[in-house]
T-cell receptor, first 115, second 110 residues
Framework: DAGVTQSPTHLIKTRGQQVTLRCSPK?????VSWYQQALGQGPQFIFQ???????QRGNFPDRFSGHQFPNYSSELNVNALLLGDSALYLC??????????????FGPGTRLTVT | GQSLEQPSEVTAVEGAIVQINCTYQ??????LSWYQQHDGGAPTFLSY????GLEETGRFSSFLSRSDSYGYLLLQELQMKDSASYFC???????????FGTGTRLLVSP
């Protein structure tokens, strides 16, 4: 049973560039959430996708956008990168919206460094 | 609005029992989840309380009091591998997102 996978593992980008991170959910899951985790902090919710639509969004600017594909995999795009975007980006999958989101399965994350 | 409070750090010795408290203010509160995260690792789900009372899962138990907006995670028979950060994460009705605070860093010593 494949768990949540993310790619790439690490990424180094320059300010102003754009980045795309990818996530494949756990087998059988249909909902994908993205989180940003700065060093020493808890994960901060970016947004959640279900049925290929953004269902919930946290306090992140429009530079952060995403997509979910018919196979439930998802992408996170960040435009015009800032130094403050350097963080661990976590993808989490769950089954359904109501009631299922309390138990989310997290991927290993993508470590993004912006220089 | 929302607020979440946990102790920043807790220390204990192997074999001991430790309790990590969590107080929250969450609009439309639905339930409380607990996650563990080792340094460099991903958060992993530990426990969930939707109703008041104690939920037991092996060495770990979680408690919720909705009237007090309070919960705790109880870890028994501590092992070195339990050294990690622990996050309580409230879930809101209609908002299918987990809200994490800064977490509690647990250090278990021999």
């Amino acid at each position: 049973d494949a768990g949540v996978t993310q790619s790439p593992t690490h990424l180094i980008k320059t300010r102003g560039q754009q980045v795309t991170l990818r996530c494949s959910p756990k087998s059988g899951h249909d909902t994908v959430s993205w989180y940003q985790q700065a060093l020493g902090q808890g994960p901060q919710f970016i947004f959640q996708y279900y049925e290929e639509e953004e269902r919930q969004r946290g306090n992140f600017p429009d530079r952060f956008s995403g997509h979910q594909f018919p196979n439930y995999s998802s992408e996170l795009n960040v435009n015009a990168l800032l130094l403050g975007d350097s963080a661990l980006y976590l993808c989490a999958s769950s089954l359904g919206l109501a009631g299922g989101s309390y138990e989310q399965y997290f991927g290993p994350g993508t470590r993004l460094t912006v220089t | 609005g929302q607020s979440l409070e946990q102790p920043s750090e807790v220390t204990a010795v192997e074999g001991a029992i430790v309790q990590i408290n969590c107080t929250y203010q969450t609009s439309g509160f639905y339930g409380l989840s607990w996650y563990q995260q080792h340094d460099g690792g991903a958060p992993t789900f530990l426990s969930y309380n939707a109703l008041d009372g104690l939920e037991e899962t092996g060495r770990f138990s979680s408690f919720l009091s909705r009237s007090d907006s309070y919960g705790y995670l109880l870890l028994q028979e501590l092992q070195m591998k339990d050294s990690a950060s622990y996050f309580c994460a409230p879930l809101s009705t209609g908002f299918q997102k987990l809200v994490f605070g800064t977490g509690t860093r647990l250090l278990v010593s021999p």
